[in-house]
């Protein structure tokens, strides 16, 4: 995505054409209204994701929903001194395999970000509280496997169906 990122840069598009092409990106109805309605049920929502931080936050504040998520995992993104939009890995890999897992790419593994956010989650919880909190996994894609498989009996898993 950094390279991909390079060429438009080079191509002349700035950092403002990127993100006016990020806002008209349409979400459908039925999701803004299912995260509104998960947040004004006390939901606790976080977004595990194998983009980057420009873009997720660029279409979350077009659609004004950013407000209703505590974390964002994803990869870094920033503007350099050019103008040009930079995409580091989340988990950097200069010194070898960054994470260990074979199912994810080299640059996120989604299950060890899962399994963190589940540990600090359930952390000084009695064991009561434990088992009635539940986690809810919503995949689109082959890179939501790994997480999947962290979740525990009686948590869920949606995936998107194509």
């Not at 806002?23 to 039925?30: D, F, H, Q, R, V």
């Not at 350099?80 to 580091?88: S, T, V």
């Given at each position: 995505?950094?390279?991909m990122m390079g060429e438009l840069h080079?191509?002349?598009?700035?950092?403002?054409?990127?993100?006016?092409s990020l806002?008209?990106?349409?979400?459908?109805?039925?999701t803004i209204r299912a995260i509104k309605?998960?947040?004004?049920?006390?939901c606790e929502l976080r977004i595990v994701s194998d983009a980057n931080m420009f873009f997720i936050k660029t279409i979350l504040q077009a659609h004004d929903l950013l407000q209703y998520f505590t974390e964002i995992k994803t990869n870094p993104a920033f503007v350099?001194?050019?103008?040009?939009?930079?995409?580091?890995p989340f988990h950097p890999f200069t010194e070898g395999p960054p994470h260990g897992c074979s199912l994810c790419p080299p640059n996120m593994c989604k299950g060890a970000i899962i399994d963190e956010i589940m540990r600090k989650s359930l952390e000084g919880e009695s064991?009561?509280?434990?088992?009635?909190?539940q986690f809810i996994y919503l995949g689109d894609?082959?890179?939501d496997f790994c997480p999947s498989l962290k979740?525990?009996?009686?948590?869920?898993v949606l995936p998107i169906k194509e």
């Open positions: 995505m950094d390279k080079d191509q002349g598009k700035t950092i403002s054409d990127i993100e006016q806002k008209t990106i349409p979400l459908y109805p039925e309605f998960a947040f004004s049920m006390g350099d001194e050019k103008g040009r939009l930079r995409i580091q064991v009561e509280s434990v088992d009635k909190k894609g082959s890179g979740l525990r009996d009686g948590d869920h």
